[in-house]
């Protein structure tokens, strides 16, 4: 099944220790996005990837990375989270950047304490 | 000025009725038209895409696109209480400078939906 996964799905953790949202597509898709959704805010990109070892900032980067080693994955990664990222995280892929739909994973709901 | 705007609801319809959704974009570059529906809590799902002027159809669901005045549409038909969700506008961007955002797809904040039995 054609499918964009991530993990964990639910976390609360402390402010200060690091964690990584893991995303994974099966679809060989080029282009893969974070993003954080926030109520009243919409979507907001974080980072984004067009290919293999090609990532760029989307409108919220502050206080994230991310790597793209290998076409299928693209991990998350928050050094030194803060109670301003709690939030709800989706990974997404597209064949074509930009120009063809996007899927999205499930949703990583994160709490920061 | 923001990339992507849509009414900011909500709206309320009563089912069989027709919904209008609604969305206006900033880039006259841009090709590539979408609608998502996210049920609360849940990851948005595509519906619809659209990438010339004029209408399309898919079932219940038609998307109606107007590149000169910069506008796209959903028009939902006999709309249904499981037609109750938020619905988000998605417009590409093809502008080349750095930045990097071409081929970047913005979305608006979304319309929430309510159909009402």
């Known amino acids: 099944e054609a499918q964009v996964t991530q993990n964990p799905r639910y976390l609360i953790t402390v402010t200060g220790k690091k964690l990584t949202v893991t995303c994974s597509q099966n679809m060989n898709h080029e282009y893969m996005s974070w993003y954080r959704q926030d109520p009243g805010l919409g979507l907001r990109q974080i980072y984004y990837?067009?290919?293999?070892?090609?990532?760029d900032k989307g409108d919220v980067p502050e206080g994230y990375k991310v790597s793209r080693k290998e076409k299928r994955n693209f991990p998350l990664i928050l050094e030194s989270p803060s109670p301003n990222q709690t939030s709800l995280y989706f990974c997404a892929s597209s064949l074509l950047a930009g120009q063809r739909e996007q899927y999205f994973g499930p949703g990583t709901r994160l709490t920061v304490t | 000025q923001k990339e992507v705007e849509q009414n900011s609801g909500p709206l309320s319809v009563p089912e069989g009725a027709i919904a209008s959704l609604n969305c206006t974009y900033s880039?006259?570059?841009?090709?590539?038209f979408f609608w998502y529906r996210q049920y609360s809590g849940k990851s948005p799902e595509l519906i619809m895409s659209i990438y010339s002027n004029g209408d399309k159809e898919d079932g219940r669901f038609t998307a109606q696109l107007n590149k000169a005045s910069q506008y796209v549409s959903l028009l939902i038909r006999d709309s249904q209480p499981s037609d109750s969700a938020t619905y988000l506008c998605?417009?590409?961007?093809?502008?080349?400078?750095?930045?990097?955002?071409?081929?970047?797809?913005?979305f608006g904040r979304g319309t929430q939906l309510t159909v009402w039995p």
């Open positions: 880039d006259r570059g841009s090709q590539s």
């Open positions: 998605a417009v590409n961007n093809l502008r080349g400078d750095r930045g990097s955002t071409l081929g970047r797809l913005y």
């Open positions: 990837s067009m290919n293999v070892e090609v990532t």
